[in-house]
């Protein structure tokens, strides 16, 4: 695609309930990254994909938390049992490959707010 | 520690003055990229420029020059003539070499241009 795609764009839940959030990276871009934006703060890494493996899983706040890649393209950021706090701006960045120097493009975010 | 320090949390100028943003890093790597992202209220971040640790020569791109000192750890932006669309958030953010390619932001600095 022409750019990094999220969907959905807003999520509103209850508390308790899981939740998935969809990132779709640019076609050949083979790393993907995972932040978290909450209101009025800077971005929190969460997670990092090369490829389908996860090789920084660092930035996971909680055992809620949880995201897989597969066939190295679409990624899902699953929260089970979310909480008040969950609530935050979830955004998805891919690049082209593995190297740090590498530009992020990132996608528009999730908002996510839990009731 | 890695650590990215915007301490300035809001600017306010009106059109057509110069402003900086400061941007002050920590790192014990001798190689690291440094970025700057630019967030408009739409909310999606935009890649700015990107110099790694190597390089400090400095670079003027339109109306954006940036300002990189490994002496003082500093990677400075400064835009001038500012403008009404220049209204935004601005992100600092330190990638490493090591460590999962982990990317770490500054709390960032928003910026309101006045007309």
């Known amino acids: 695609g022409a750019g990094v795609s999220q969907s959905p764009s807003n999520k509103v839940t209850e508390k308790g309930k899981d939740v998935e959030l969809r990132c779709d990276p640019i076609s050949g871009h083979t790393a993907l990254y995972w932040y978290r934006q909450s209101l009025g703060q800077g971005l929190e890494f969460l997670i990092y994909?090369?490829?389908?493996?996860?090789?920084?899983k660092s930035g996971l706040p909680s055992d809620r938390f949880s995201a897989e890649r597969t066939g190295g393209s679409v990624s899902t950021l699953t929260i089970q049992r979310t909480q008040q706090e969950d609530s935050a701006v979830y955004l998805c960045a891919s690049s082209l490959n593995r190297s740090p120097g590498e530009t992020q493009y990132f996608g528009p975010g999730t908002r996510l707010l839990v009731l | 520690a890695q650590k990215v320090t915007q301490a300035q949390t809001e600017i306010s100028v009106v059109e057509k003055e110069d402003v900086t943003l400061d941007c002050v890093y920590e790192t014990r790597d001798t190689t690291y990229y440094l970025f700057w992202y630019k967030q408009p209220p739409s909310g999606e971040l935009v890649f700015l420029i990107r110099?790694?640790?190597?390089?400090?020569q400095n670079e003027i791109s339109g109306r954006y020059s940036w300002n990189f000192q490994k002496s003082t750890s500093s990677f400075n932006f400064t835009i001038t003539a500012s403008q009404v669309v220049d209204s935004a958030v601005y992100f600092c953010a330190l990638t490493l070499n090591t460590g999962g390619f982990k990317t770490i932001f500054g709390a960032g600095t928003r910026l309101f241009v006045k007309a």
């Open positions: 994909f090369q490829g389908n493996s996860a090789p920084d």
């Open positions: 110099r790694n640790s190597f390089d400090e």
